[in-house]
Each structure stands twice: as structure tokens, then as C-alpha cells.
């Protein structure tokens, strides 16, 4: 399925992350712990992580719920919840789900919109506005959906007890077996891909679009800041040193930065660590193809602007190449964070 990926990773990061003390303060932003059991209200935005999940009690807030295993008995306002195996019983405000085995029961109460991404969904209950639903496996059973519901499926299963008010949209490819029940007015089949031609010209334009942006943020910076990549470029380390340097930077900010964002002491230094990363991340094929154009074009171009244009232009092009540009930004995250922690030298 093409999102397992997505919460595969999410799981893992806060899994690690999740082996701090448990926190069980009514006025904590943050729990966590291998067990963790919510049997009180919480007044405010929260972040719950840990293996197994329970929560019984009212949530007044955004909450943030990262788990193995998930179950939430309680009503809360807005929630995004990724694990392994999640239960939903209570009632929410608005979701956003991600995980492997994802079931509402019929004592759900989606009181807007939910979006949910996973493996293998089961859908119960009430949901008085929209669903999207993408999914190897979608059943549908004693369900009330007020408003549409879109499913990108393998395989889905549509129960006759099951009333849809809106619209169901689902994709052809999908094996389908739907109550007959349902107005077949209200039901859309759309084409898994869209035509060639269009596909073509929207691919064209995606890569138009990120190669503007990219020059573009290199562009404000280079102004703002001229001698950045100047001095970013100016360190001597050998090749082979700065991609170790790259590798280990690239591993372990990620893991201290969770360890302290879910620890009661080095929360907000977690969470700057980690948007740092991210930025990093973001910018790596402009440092690199300033890298390049340092190296190979200043002696043909005399303009450094210049020259780190054409290397961020020649960089950013190469990673939209099949296969081999996956390859060739990793390569620049990792030399990316081997040149930025280069910079940092220890002195006597």
C-alpha cells in the first residue's frame, strides 16, 4: 500500500522516543510511557505517545496520539493519531488517522470530517459530514454517513445496514462487492490514473514548480545573507570525513531530538532540533549545487552567484531522474549535514 510507508516511519520515530518517564499531571502537554492510561479530563492540546494506549476521558484540544496499540474511549475536539492497531469509540470533532488496523465501532461519533490512511479500515457508527478513506481493505458496516465518502481501495465491502446521504466515490480498479441498497445515482467510479497527457503536463509542471522554489529560496537568502555559502563552503575536510560526519548527523539529530522532545526537560530544544533538521533537509541540493558550482564552474564563470545557480539548477534537476535521483539526494542530505557540522571545530 503507498502509504505504509508514511506511518511506518512515523510509528518508529516516536516508538523510540517513547521510553521516558510516564507523566500522569492533569496539566501535562505531554504523556507518555510503555502503558499509558488516561482516565481524566485534559483542558488543552496534548501529546500522547507510548506502546499501549488507553484513553477514557475527555480531551479539550488538539491530541496528538502515537502508539502501538490505541484505544480511545473518550470525546475529544481534533485528533491525529498514527499506530499499529487503533479502536475508535468516543467521539471526535474532526480526525486524521494513520496506521495498519484501523476499526470505528458503532459507538463512533465523527461529529465533521475524518481522513484515515491504512491497511486494513473498518467503519462503524455515526459521521455527520465527509470521509476519505485510502485503504487495501475498506469495509463498511452499520454506518450513517451524512455527508460523501471517497475510498481509493483494493478491496471494499459495503454492508446493506449502511446508509450513505452524500456521494460515494471509489476507484475502478477496486474489487467491489456494495449493498444494493445505495442509490446508484450517488455512487462515482473514477479511473485510477488520469490520462497521459495530463499526467504528463502535471509532472512537467510539479517539477517547474520545485525548481522555481528552490532557486528562488536560494536566491532571498543569497541576498539576505551573501557570504553564507561562502563560508558553509570554505572547510577543508577531506570527502570521505565529511560524509561520516554526514551519515552520523543524519541518524542521530532525528533520535536525540525525539529523546528530548518527549523527555519533561529538553522539550523545546527537541522541537527546534527537529525543524533545523527538516530545514536542513529542504536546503541540502542548494548547499550542494553551491558545492558544485564552487568547485567545477568558478574557473569558467567568474560570477559566484552565477556558478551557484547553475550548481543548484544541475543538482535539482538530477534528483528528479528514475532511481538514480533518490540516490543523489540522499547523497546530498548526507554531505549537506558532513559540511554544516564540519563548521563546527572544537579549539583549545
Known amino acids: 500500500m503507498k502509504y505504509k510507508s508514511l506511518f511506518i516511519i512515523i510509528g518508529l520515530l516516536f516508538f523510540i522516543g517513547a521510553i521516558g518517564v510516564k507523566a500522569?499531571?492533569?496539566?501535562?502537554?505531554?504523556?507518555?510511557?510503555?502503558?499509558?492510561?488516561?482516565?481524566?479530563?485534559i483542558n488543552g492540546s496534548v501529546l500522547i505517545s507510548g506502546f499501549n494506549?488507553?484513553?477514557?476521558?475527555?480531551?479539550d484540544g488538539v491530541a496528538f496520539i502515537l502508539g502501538d496499540k490505541i484505544d480511545l474511549n473518550s470525546n475529544m475536539s481534533y485528533a491525529l493519531i498514527s499506530g499499529q492497531d487503533i479502536t475508535v469509540n468516543?467521539?471526535?470533532?474532526?480526525?486524521?488517522?494513520?496506521?495498519?488496523?484501523i476499526i470505528l465501532n458503532e459507538s463512533s461519533n465523527i461529529e465533521r470530517d475524518i481522513i484515515i490512511y491504512g491497511n486494513n479500515v473498518e467503519i462503524s457508527g455515526l459521521i455527520n459530514r465527509n470521509v476519505k478513506i485510502v485503504s487495501d481493505n475498506v469495509k463498511i458496516d452499520s454506518v450513517q454517513i451524512a455527508g460523501d465518502i471517497t475510498i481509493d481501495s483494493k478491496n471494499i465491502e459495503i454492508t446493506d445496514n449502511s446508509a450513505i446521504m452524500g456521494k460515494l466515490s471509489y476507484n475502478k480498479s477496486a474489487k467491489v462487492h456494495i449493498s444494493e441498497n445505495?442509490?446508484?445515482?450517488?455512487?462515482?467510479?473514477?479511473?485510477?490514473?488520469?490520462?497521459?497527457?495530463?499526467?504528463?503536463?502535471?509532472?512537467?509542471?510539479?517539477?517547474?514548480?520545485?525548481?522555481?522554489?528552490?532557486?528562488l529560496l536560494f536566491i532571498i537568502s543569497y541576498l539576505l545573507v551573501p557570504k553564507l555559502y561562502s563560508r558553509l563552503l570554505k572547510g577543508k575536510d577531506k570527502t570521505t570525513s565529511i560524509l561520516v560526519k554526514g551519515i552520523?548527523?543524519?541518524?542521530?539529530?532525528?533520535l536525540v531530538s525525539i529523546l528530548l522532545l518527549l523527555s519533561s526537560i529538553g522539550t523545546i530544544v527537541g522541537i527546534i532540533s527537529l525543524i533545523l533538521y527538516l530545514i536542513i533537509i529542504y536546503i541540502s541540493p542548494i548547499i550542494i549545487g553551491c558545492y558544485i558550482?564552487?568547485?567545477?564552474?568558478?574557473?569558467?564563470?567568474?560570477?559566484?552567484?552565477?556558478?551557484?545557480?547553475?550548481?543548484?539548477?544541475?543538482?535539482?534537476?538530477?534528483?528528479?531522474?528514475?532511481?538514480?535521483?533518490?540516490?543523489?539526494?540522499?547523497l546530498a542530505i548526507i554531505y549537506t549535514f558532513g559540511i554544516i557540522i564540519s563548521q563546527f571545530k572544537i579549539k583549545r
Open 182 to 215: 445505495l442509490n446508484n445515482e450517488n455512487i462515482i467510479i473514477y479511473e485510477d490514473n488520469k490520462s497521459n497527457k495530463e499526467t504528463i503536463f502535471n509532472y512537467i509542471k510539479n517539477i517547474l514548480t520545485k525548481i522555481l522554489n528552490t532557486l
Open 90 to 101: 468516543g467521539k471526535i470533532t474532526d480526525a486524521f488517522i494513520i496506521g495498519n488496523n
Open 53 to 59: 494506549i488507553n484513553i477514557n476521558n475527555k480531551i
Open 248 to 254: 552520523l548527523g543524519a541518524i542521530l539529530i532525528p
Open 293 to 330: 558550482g564552487n568547485k567545477y564552474l568558478n574557473k569558467y564563470i567568474k560570477k559566484e552567484n552565477i556558478t551557484y545557480l547553475i550548481g543548484i539548477l544541475i543538482i535539482k534537476l538530477s534528483t528528479f531522474i528514475p532511481i538514480i535521483g533518490v540516490w543523489i539526494l540522499l
Open 24 to 41: 500522569e499531571d492533569i496539566n501535562s502537554k505531554i504523556i507518555n510511557g510503555n502503558n499509558v492510561l488516561v482516565d481524566y479530563d
